[in-house]
């Protein structure tokens, strides 16, 4: 089994920054990529950023040039930078990882940490 503990949301004013992290934990977890998705109530979830370990990251069309995502290999981390925030980016964002934990590849997912942006 895989943990994911997020942090770092909060309420901000537009035009403003915040910094989500997400820490994986388990027990001989290998992590193939680690992502963030969000997801407003009564719509489906949507992809943010994502980040293959050691290969590619892909970004929303809508948060591209300013969200930045990252990742730690040996901590099993991965961060979010959110620069010019937009009342529209409120939303509830969802740490991801796909991982193998006992053998097989699976997604796993965070609680979910509140981001709201005020105009």
């Known amino acids: 089994q895989v943990q994911l503990v997020e942090s770092g949301g909060g309420l901000v004013q537009a035009g403003g920054s915040l910094r989500l992290s997400c820490a994986a934990s388990?027990?001989?977890?290998?992590?193939?990529?680690m992502g963030w998705y969000r997801q407003a109530p009564g719509k489906q979830r949507e992809l943010v950023a994502r980040?293959?370990?050691?290969?590619?990251?892909n970004y929303a069309d809508s948060v591209k040039g300013r969200f930045t995502i990252s990742i730690d290999n040996a901590k099993n981390t991965v961060d979010l930078q959110m620069d010019s925030l937009k009342p529209e980016d409120t939303n509830v964002y969802y740490c991801?990882?796909?991982?193998?934990?006992?053998?097989?590849?699976?997604?796993?997912w965070g609680q979910g940490t509140q981001v709201t942006v005020s105009s």
């Open positions: 388990g027990s001989k977890i290998t992590i193939y990529a």
């Open positions: 991801s990882t796909d991982a193998y934990a006992s053998g097989s590849l699976r997604a796993y």
């Open positions: 980040i293959i370990v050691g290969g590619s990251t």
